[in-house]
């Protein structure tokens, strides 16, 4: 895999071309920046720009404005190689904060090796209705610590689109682990996300089984990557499976 040829592609197919990822959400350009608008419990954000330094600042305090103006609280997803080199340094003097930093993996599917099959005792179940979506926000509420409503609301506007693929983990009417998928007609690349796992069943394989559900998907669709903005406690799972590291990304919210 050329990793700077797949990032190139990300960029331009997941970034500058971004599609709205749910019902309600829309892509808007405004000038250098590429943001998505969502209903409140959607996510609202800049997912790329093309500033410089004499820019930069007033493209900051633009979307500062607009999204305040909307009264939501939005994300910048800052990319290592986005310019100018000070971007963080200036979202963070516009009153961002900056959450923990992710490395952006990418997998040639044809040669990730995810034939791994969940541990005994465990089926994994797809995810194609609202019974499934209640299952996914108990899993992440116990495995995150955070209240699910707004997952709740997103995934049901994401699989009345169409764009998602969610599958949950069941230790016999239990849900013990859950993860989705983001799929991006027209473009080369699924990307995964919400991993997660019920502390009690940690450690036994479930991250992978759950790749490898979504990864023999995402072949069976016709795309040839998956990507992950990957924890660390992730990033080495991945490797082992054949993904590689293209970059990082560095979440600053606002409001």
């Known amino acids: 895999m050329d990793r700077d040829e797949v990032l ?10 971004a599609r709205p990822d749910g019902p309600g959400a829309r892509i808007e350009q405004a000038g250098d920046v590429v943001r998505q608008v969502a209903p409140q419990h959607g996510w609202n954000g800049v997912l790329w720009s093309g500033l410089d330094d004499d820019g930069a ?33 200036r979202l963070l003097a516009a009153g961002f904060t900056a959450e923990p930093a992710e ?17 005994g005792g465990v089926r994994l179940a797809g995810v194609t209705d609202q019974a499934g979506v209640e299952l996914m926000a108990r899993v992440h509420e116990r495995a995150f610590g955070t ?3 707004h997952l709740r609301r997103r995934l049901l506007d994401q699989l009345a689109a169409g764009t998602l693929v969610a599958v949950v983990a069941m230790a016999g009417d239990v849900p ?17 996300w919400g991993g997660g796992t019920v502390p009690e069943w940690r450690g036994r394989g479930l991250y992978r089984a759950l790749v490898a559900y979504r990864a023999r998907l995402a072949a069976a669709r016709g795309y040839e ?20 590291a293209l970059t990082t990304t560095t979440p600053y919210v606002h409001g």
């Open 8 to 17: 190139a592609e990300f960029d331009r197919q997941l970034r500058r071309a």
């Open 147 to 149: 209240p699910g409503e």
């Open 103 to 119: 490395t952006v993996m990418a997998g040639w599917i044809a040669a990730l090796a995810v034939d791994g099959p969940p541990p």
């Open 176 to 192: 013990v682990s859950a993860a989705r998928m983001d799929v991006h007609p027209g473009s080369r690349f699924a990307s995964l």
């Open 57 to 89: 600042d007033a493209a900051i305090a633009e979307q500062v404005g607009y999204f305040g103006g909307l009264g939501r609280p939005f994300e910048w997803k800052l990319y290592a190689h986005d310019r100018p080199d000070d971007l963080g340094r």
């Open 225 to 244: 990557f998956l990507q992950v903005d990957a924890s660390s406690e992730s990033r080495p799972i991945l490797a082992r499976l054949g993904f590689e």
